[in-house]
Every structure is written in structure tokens, then in C-alpha cells.
């Protein structure tokens, strides 16, 4: 089958449920918090998931325009507010309607005592985070430049570190108790590495954040079933010429992985799924950068919530590097109007907690990845990574969770 052929039994382009009613939703102010809270969502069964590592305090300075060496500027407005990509990310899943536990360490100073009171406000249960008596919690200054919508993030690490002997075994066995899944930034490596063995032994299922090559992220991934990175971690990693092909190098590699997404910003993000059914010998094959590009052929670039296209199961080859049954998924981003980009501080923490949510509430790839973009746009419309993070009575979240 040629490829021209195979596009026409791609899944088209997914609408959320409710398309027509949520448009309508989205153009009118925003209910009140005494509406919201009276609106009926289903949760997951199971909604208990643990984070492992880095909470912290930003310190976010939003500016005109990034500064010069030696220029002295104003802010045009600043927040202190927690950080950390545990969490940030831990903080999307509880907004959204989980129950999280974090391992963590701060010190006992009046930044670690913020650390804990915010994720304490968020439903986070921090019984198991350790409190140093001496040292510094962990901060970042976070400068905002708002002409072009980036971030630049200097970041002083907590003192002491954590180290294994700081988590007592009793307190691992009753972290990982009744957990749904367990999800690790790969920082504090070595006692994330003690808790992603015994969770492996439990059979609970990890989700690795792969950010960028850090030590011990090796260790993590051998044992992760789910993971999400940044666009410049796949080739990094691989050393593969291009990302689709390096997501294939990634499934080859990690033979308990069950699926990689890809986040892109803007340009939404690309999740290679394993196929879980033994592969018919009849199954058709196809060079996966290829399949990629016609993929992007079938996008609507006029839809501006998030939605996504998918080619049906196939053998996927990258040249040079091997074959592996599975679905390669496009999501697409919401469109978010100029005016109302802020800062894209922890869009990707954002994400990766929409993605524990639908992890916990079976939703289907076709489902999790535009819910996880329009969770993570939220965070893009107020300063810093968590003032914008929605709730799970958010309407512009309503089509994905009735």
C-alpha cells in the first residue's frame, strides 16, 4: 500500500465531545466559582499518584524586553510562587481532581515553609517531603520577557541535597501504597531510583519527564512505561537524525516503554504509541518520517482548540535504526489570541499533569493528548507555572471530562 493510499484510513481529526457547545462556552466570561463548583465531573477510581523530585520557590520577574548586559530595567510585574517541576506538575494533577503524594526535601527556612504551605493548599499531601533544620530550599529567578513570550530560568539548588538514607523504607512502602502511578523529573536521582525499583516490583506504573540528559536518567528510563520530553530530547538521546525517528529508537531501546510523546510548544506535540497485539504478518510497513509529514498534511490548520490526527496501527520503520509496531499520533495546540499569552512557565509541567489525570481516567491517546494541551494553554494565560493551571470545573475542560 502506498502511502497516498494509507492516508485515506487515517482517524480524522478529532473534535471534542460537545464541539459546537463548548465554542459557545468559550466566548462568554468564565463561570463563577459558585457555578463551577456545582458542575458534576466523574473521577478515576484510583486517583492517588506520586511525584519525585525537584518543589521550589520562583521568583518570576516579567520585563519589557529581555536586558542587556549591564542594563539596569524595571519589571512590569512580579510574583513569588512555588516552581519545581514535581510541583508544578502535581499541582495541575490535583487541580484536576488527583490525589498526589511528592518526595521531596526543603530546608526549614521561610521559603521551605511556602513551598509546603502552597502544595499543602492544593490538596498535595507532603508527608512524606523531608525538612531539613539547616541549609536552603531550592529557588529560581524566572526573568519573563514579554515581547517574546519566553523564559529564562537561573536556578540555585535546595542545600542539603537529598539523599537515600532521607527516605526510611517504611515511608517508601507507604508513599507507594494505593498508587495509581508514580512520576519522577529525574532530579534527586538516587533516591528517585530507590523508589522506582520497589515501584517496578509493585507493578505500578512510571512516568518519566525527560526533560533533558541528566544523571542517572538512564536507570529511570529502563524502568518507565510512559514517557514525555522536550522537543530536543529525542535526538539527544539517540542520536537519531530526526524526531520521528528517534522515538523509534527510543521504543527499541526501552522495551517496557508503551508509549513517548514529543511536546512542541506551539506546534502541539507527537506521541509514538506501542502496539500492545501480537503484529499480523500482513501488517503494512512505512518509513515513519514520511508517514510524519503526511500526517501534518492532514491537520485543519483552522481549528483553534486542540485536536489530533493518527495514522492506524502500522510496522513503523526508521532507516538505519529498526521497525516497531505502533500508532503515530499528531496533537495540535490551542491557538491561544496574542493578547492573552502571558508566559509559558511550566506549560510543560501543566501537561505532564493532565497526562497523569488521563493516565488514572483510561482515556484513550486520541483523547489524553488535546485534553493535555488545553490544561497546559491554560497555564500559558497567567504569570508563572500555576496561577493559570485550571480546575477540573474549568468549561474549557467540560468536553473532556463528562
Request: hydrophobic share 40%; proline share 7%; net charge neutral.
Amino acid at each position: 500500500m502506498s502511502l497516498q493510499s494509507f492516508v485515506s484510513s487515517f482517524t480524522p481529526v478529532h473534535f471534542p465531545r460537545s464541539f459546537s457547545l463548548l465554542s459557545s462556552k468559550l466566548s462568554r466570561p468564565r463561570m463563577s466559582s459558585s457555578t463551577s463548583s456545582s458542575v458534576a465531573i466523574p473521577l478515576p477510581d484510583n486517583r492517588v499518584v506520586l511525584g519525585v523530585g525537584g518543589t521550589s520557590v520562583d521568583f518570576l520577574a516579567a520585563v519589557a524586553s529581555y536586558p542587556n548586559p549591564d542594563d539596569k530595567i524595571r519589571t512590569t510585574s512580579l510574583k513569588v510562587q512555588g516552581g519545581g517541576n514535581v510541583g508544578n506538575a502535581l499541582t495541575s494533577a490535583a487541580r484536576l481532581g488527583l490525589t498526589p503524594r511528592i518526595i521531596s526535601k526543603v530546608a526549614n527556612d521561610s521559603q521551605g515553609r511556602s513551598i509546603v504551605e502552597e502544595l499543602e493548599a492544593d490538596g498535595i499531601d507532603t508527608s512524606f517531603l523531608v525538612v531539613s533544620e539547616g541549609g536552603n530550599s531550592p529557588f529560581t529567578y524566572v526573568i519573563v520577557d514579554n515581547k517574546t513570550h519566553t523564559r529564562t530560568c537561573i536556578h540555585t539548588p535546595g542545600s542539603p541535597p537529598m539523599v537515600p538514607d532521607d527516605l526510611s523504607r517504611s515511608n517508601l512502602l507507604s508513599a507507594l501504597n494505593g498508587a495509581r502511578l508514580v512520576y519522577f523529573d529525574v532530579r534527586l536521582h538516587e533516591t528517585a531510583l530507590i523508589v522506582a525499583q520497589e515501584a517496578a516490583r509493585q507493578n505500578i506504573p512510571i512516568l518519566i519527564d525527560a526533560e533533558r540528559k541528566r544523571e542517572g536518567l538512564d536507570d529511570l528510563l529502563a524502568l518507565a512505561n510512559y514517557v514525555v520530553c522536550s522537543a530536543r530530547f529525542p535526538q539527544e538521546w539517540t542520536e537519531a537524525p530526526s524526531i520521528p525517528s528517534a522515538l523509534v529508537s527510543m521504543l527499541l531501546r526501552l522495551p517496557k516503554l508503551r508509549f513517548v510523546i514529543v511536546t512542541l510548544g506551539e506546534n502541539g506535540c507527537i506521541m509514538l504509541e506501542r502496539c500492545t497485539n501480537e503484529i499480523p504478518d500482513q501488517m503494512e510497513e512505512f518509513e515513519i518520517d514520511s508517514l510524519l509529514g503526511v500526517i501534518k498534511g492532514r491537520k485543519d490548520e483552522n481549528i483553534n482548540v486542540p485536536t489530533y490526527v493518527s495514522s492506524p496501527a502500522a510496522k513503523l520503520r526508521a532507516e538505519g535504526i529498526g521497525t516497531v509496531c505502533g500508532r503515530l499520533l499528531l496533537g495540535t495546540a490551542e491557538k491561544i489570541p496574542e493578547s492573552e499569552i502571558v508566559d509559558t512557565t511550566g506549560a510543560g509541567d501543566a501537561f505532564i499533569g493532565a497526562v497523569l489525570y488521563a493516565l488514572c481516567a483510561n482515556m484513550p491517546p486520541e483523547k489524553l493528548l488535546p485534553f493535555s494541551s488545553q490544561v497546559a494553554a491554560g497555564c500559558c494565560r497567567a504569570l508563572g507555572a500555576r496561577s493559570g493551571l485550571p480546575h477540573r470545573t474549568d468549561p474549557r475542560l467540560a468536553s473532556f471530562l463528562c
